[in-house]
């Protein structure tokens, strides 16, 4: 178990798992935009529109899913102090901020033409705006915030309030009346998304996942080498 959390291993390991996406993460990106963009259907309502579909849910997901990683992150660093930890959230959550606005900006692309407006105080669209807000909010607290026991109470309390609000981006469409739809991919009951729709949101989301977790990896290399330089010049 020591082994797993010591900094030297986790960046040995990052370094092979890095190479091993690289080499995969472009052909599967290449191949879900074919699909996405000339083999998938156009909807029958929303036309060629739906194709924004296939960059804008990857995106909402992983930005969710951002958040929720940092959110256990921060818990388990204000409970344990693992030095690593801070490191693994700090390189994740800039990423997780980017896909957050590209959601909100493919959603904006995809509200015009299905709704005739770019924006509407949505529940579910303002409190993907409010996600947002929460990522910034957290990535200025530790940076600016230099005391470590300071910087890490700040970005745990911002992450717990952080996770009601994923509560409510999941569960907005069900208890509010809203312009976005009702979940159409559900685990375990039905789902309304065609099964020739799913396979490019499929591989979108895979591929989309796989530069996610590149970059991850090439920030925490880069903030680790950081660290280490700072130590040396301490001593």
């Given amino acids: 178990m020591i082994k797993f959390l010591n900094p030297s291993y986790i960046f040995r390991l990052t370094g092979k798992l890095l190479n091993f996406l690289k080499t995969f993460v472009i052909p599967i990106v290449v191949i879900g935009l074919i699909f996405s963009l000339f083999v998938s259907p156009k909807d029958y309502i929303q036309g060629d529109a739906v194709r924004i579909m296939y960059v804008h849910v990857p995106s909402a997901w992983i ?4 958040f929720a990683t940092i959110s256990f992150l921060c818990i388990l660093n204000f409970i344990f102090k693992f030095k690593s930890v801070s490191l693994i959230y700090k390189s994740l959550a800039p990423i997780g901020l980017t896909f957050n606005i590209i959601a909100i900006v493919t959603g904006s692309l995809w509200g015009q033409p299905t709704w005739g407006t770019w924006w509407a ?15 910034i909010i957290f ?18 309390s911002i992450s717990v309030l952080g996770l009601v609000n994923l509560a409510i981006i999941k569960y907005s469409v069900d208890w509010w009346p809203t312009l976005h739809q009702t979940s159409s991919i559900n685990v375990g009951k039905e789902t309304t ?11 979108m ?8 977790a590149v ?4 920030k925490y290399r880069i903030e680790t080498i ?7 010049k301490k001593l």
Avoid at 63 to 66: C, M, R, T
Avoid at 139 to 156: G, V
Avoid at 215 to 218: E, G, K, N, V
Avoid at 226 to 232: E, M, T, V
């Fill in 121 to 135: 105080w949505d529940a579910r669209l303002t409190s993907m705006l409010i996600l947002m807000l929460f990522y």
């Fill in 63 to 66: 930005s969710l899913i951002s």
């Fill in 193 to 203: 998304v065609h099964f020739y729709m799913l396979i490019p949101l499929g591989l």
């Fill in 205 to 212: 989301l895979f591929g989309l996942f796989m530069y996610a």
């Fill in 226 to 232: 950081r660290l280490k330089r700072k130590g040396l």
């Fill in 139 to 156: 990535i200025f607290s530790y940076k600016l915030i230099s005391n470590p026991e300071r910087s890490i109470k700040a970005c745990t």
């Fill in 215 to 218: 970059i991850f990896l090439m």
